[in-house]
């Protein structure tokens, strides 16, 4: 999917575009490429750098019944589309949501604002496994508030469809619905660079240095499809997100003019709004932090996100998760009504600098009244887990 | 002002509380105060360690008839009731507002929003003198969009009074009004503290070292009339604002009684609210970065609230200066609609890092549609920045 429109690189940027031209090899040795275009043409392309930018896909169950006719993917603009002409183009009172992560939870809130009702059913016990328990309380209440089912733990065993109608079957349930969201999550598309003797990283993304350059010195990687260096862990992680993806094209554009970009890795930070709450994260999770190999404290407290006089204010939960041995800030989670998707930027940066709790405690942050208490919701919970410490 | 009861200090927490006991001297050699209470009975106390913790008062410019009724000071919870006792008290329409600061822009939403026509006049030619030109400029024009006029560069002679009714004559213009409220800044209770031969700072604020002691090892100061270590310069600064003071607080009592709590000084972070408006900001701006003997490079950028498509987005500004000799983040601004009050916050943690722009720039902010572009302001600010760099 191009965005911009292909004549704006062939005729302002001289760059040979060419799209339909799907690349199912590479040819380390002779440096090309090669592959069949949609007319079914083979084609052929040297290259002195060659970078690959191939994204993610939409995971598929294996599930039979997938392929019927109103079972939905969203990953591009084109899925988006078709979704979009499927609930025209006939009468859509019902959704099953595969899947309960960011993709699943926003397209909660679209289908369920156009009057849709809707279910969301995973086979996984735990709603947003990643969140702190009672900070996933909050936002499943919010989402069951709006009169969307949630079934966790639910394994399912087939799609069925019966004149345009779909019947989601798990083992203990059937779930009605004229249409089927799959948001099982997303794996990088990395065939052709496994094929052709390419390092793969974690959940079998390319593996890249700092200046996004493969285990081959002419190769790059950016993007969905390229890993990335955990800041807290120093480790290598994949997390397919759009600032990474866009700041890791910049720098790779520059590193193959022959500049040199150094990046210098994620921190995992996320946010997502599911109706009127606004949920966020950085750094890692508990449990996260313990496959890492730290020793863990962890809090988890509720405040108010404006000062306690001031009219509308309302809960802010926060959670945040240290180093017992250095002290270190390793994660932070929120979630709340206001005030919490760019509250998130400040453990994030403190996560950048590798700040222990104490330091990041002693932070000047921003207080007015209405925008929350004198003590930012961060510092509580910093303040918090330093008794931990 | 007590905020708690005072049975609450005396029954639950053991503590002496004397209200109504203005202390006039110090006595460092004999380690005692001294005073006179407010009903004419004089009174000594003995201490082992003294905190003061006597706070700001605002500044009266030295303006014949201020003492008028109906001219007001906005600092303490009683002028809060004092204004609204006024206004409730007769026919107010009309208010002129002396100075331009938090609280005057703070106090200006208030009145018009109660249906007040409101004037605000100062002397000083540029309005908002700390905020970056084309910052100040949007912020004057909300002002001006609900009909608030703005005076700057007016050098005021007298306030005059007749039958209820005051003018704020300047040289050049005189304005009308029910009621005028003073907010030309505050200035650091030190009189006591300067009398006892204890050393001050900036302003004329009482100096501590970073555990809240003041040059005689016995006596502590805290809040707004004390000073703190500005970490961008490493030099004095006061700075009077709320969560400096609270967290001054703690820490001062846990080093009184024997815990060592050290602070490791402010940023500036500040933030308010005027109209739709939020304005912030956190470290130097160019001309104090100047005065700190950096050399500097600066930059103001538009950018959107959200992402393109997103309804609702709005613009937001940001300027930000870093150090060329070093590449130093040295501070940055802030006014928008929305998004503006916490993404400060993430300059400010930086700052307390001493992150170059580079360094900032390669952080991992938080994205979604709804709250901002994929950029946040910030790093857009970031990355246009280290081009001069």
Same mark, same amino acid.
């Given at each position: 999917?191009?965005?911009?429109?292909?004549?704006?690189?062939?005729?302002?940027?001289?760059?040979?575009?060419?799209t339909g031209h799907p690349v199912t090899s590479i040819d380390r040795a002779a440096k090309s490429v090669k592959g069949t275009t949609l007319?079914?043409?083979?084609?052929?392309?040297?290259?002195?750098?060659?970078?690959?930018?191939?994204?993610?896909?939409?995971?598929?169950?294996?599930?039979?019944?997938?392929?019927?006719?109103?079972?939905?993917?969203?990953?591009? !603009?084109?899925?988006?589309?078709?979704?979009?002409?499927?609930?025209?183009?006939?009468?859509?009172?019902? *959704?099953?949501?595969?899947?309960?992560?960011?993709?699943?939870?926003?397209?909660?809130?679209?289908?369920?604002?156009?009057? !849709?009702?809707?279910?969301?059913?995973?086979?996984?016990?735990?709603?947003?496994?990643?969140?702190?328990?009672?900070?996933?309380?909050?936002?499943?209440?919010?989402?069951?508030?709006?009169?969307?089912?949630?079934?966790?733990? @639910?394994?399912?065993?087939?799609?069925?469809?019966?004149?345009?109608?779909?019947?989601?079957? @798990?083992?203990?349930?059937?779930?009605?619905?004229?249409?089927? !969201?799959?948001?099982?999550?997303? !794996?990088?598309?990395?065939?052709?660079?496994?094929?052709?003797?390419?390092?793969?990283?974690?959940?079998?993304?390319?593996?890249?240095?700092?200046?996004?350059?493969?285990?081959?010195?002419?190769?790059?990687?950016?993007?969905? @499809?390229?890993?990335?260096?955990?800041?807290?862990?120093?480790?290598?992680?994949?997390?397919?997100?759009?600032?990474?993806?866009?700041?890791?094209?910049? *720098?790779?554009?520059?590193?193959?003019?022959?500049?040199?970009?150094?990046?210098?890795?994620?921190?995992?930070?996320?946010?997502?709004?599911?109706?009127?709450?606004?949920?966020?994260?950085?750094?890692?999770?508990?449990?996260?932090?313990?496959?890492?190999?730290?020793?863990?404290?962890?809090? *988890?407290?509720?405040?108010?996100?404006?000062?306690?006089?001031?009219?509308?204010?309302?809960?802010?939960?926060?959670?945040?998760?240290?180093?017992?041995?250095?002290?270190?800030?390793?994660?932070?989670?929120?979630?709340?009504?206001?005030?919490?998707?760019?509250?998130?930027?400040?453990?994030?940066?403190?996560?950048?600098?590798?700040?222990?709790?104490e330091q990041f405690s002693q932070t000047d942050l921003s207080y007015a009244p209405p925008f929350g208490p004198t003590w930012d919701p961060?510092?509580?919970?910093?303040?918090?887990?330093?008794?931990?410490?």
């Amino acid at each position: 999917m191009i965005v911009r429109k292909v004549d704006v690189f062939r005729e302002k940027q001289g760059i040979n575009l060419l799209t339909g031209h799907p690349v199912t090899s590479i040819d380390r040795a002779a440096k090309s490429v090669k592959g069949t275009t949609l007319e079914g043409k083979p084609f052929a392309a040297l290259y002195d750098k060659l970078l690959i930018a191939t994204g993610a896909t939409p995971i598929l169950p294996d599930l039979p019944g997938i392929e019927h006719p109103g079972v939905m993917v969203l990953k591009t !603009l084109a899925d988006g589309r078709r979704i979009k002409q499927y609930l025209n183009g006939r009468t859509v009172r019902s *959704a099953v949501i595969i899947g309960m992560g960011y993709i699943a939870l926003e397209m909660c809130e679209a289908l369920q604002t156009l009057g !849709l009702e809707v279910a969301m059913v995973k086979p996984n016990p735990r709603f947003l496994p990643w969140l702190k328990e009672e900070l996933a309380a909050v936002v499943a209440e919010e989402i069951r508030a709006k009169s969307v089912t949630i079934h966790t733990g @639910c394994r399912m065993t087939r799609i069925d469809n019966s004149g345009g109608h779909l019947q989601v079957v @798990c083992e203990d349930l059937t779930l009605d619905a004229d249409m089927v !969201l799959v948001a099982t999550g997303v !794996l990088p598309n990395s065939e052709i660079a496994a094929a052709a003797g390419i390092e793969l990283g974690p959940n079998n993304s390319i593996a890249v240095d700092n200046r996004l350059m493969t285990s081959d010195p002419h190769v790059y990687a950016a993007g969905d @499809c390229a890993d990335a260096v955990h800041v807290v862990t120093g480790q290598k992680t994949w997390i397919p997100l759009a600032l990474r993806a866009n700041r890791a094209g910049w *720098a790779v554009a520059d590193n193959v003019c022959g500049r040199d970009i150094a990046l210098s890795g994620v921190v995992g930070t996320a946010v997502f709004k599911v109706f009127d709450l606004q949920v966020a994260r950085t750094g890692l999770n508990r449990k996260e932090a313990a496959a890492a190999g730290f020793e863990t404290a962890e809090v *988890a407290i509720k405040t108010r996100s404006r000062a306690h006089a001031h009219p509308g204010a309302s809960t802010i939960h926060v959670s945040m998760v240290g180093d017992t041995n250095t002290g270190r800030l390793l994660g932070t989670q929120m979630v709340g009504h206001e005030g919490v998707a760019h509250r998130i930027n400040a453990p994030a940066v403190a996560l950048h600098a590798q700040m222990t709790v104490e330091q990041f405690s002693q932070t000047d942050l921003s207080y007015a009244p209405p925008f929350g208490p004198t003590w930012d919701p961060c510092l509580t919970a910093a303040n918090q887990l330093l008794k931990k410490l």
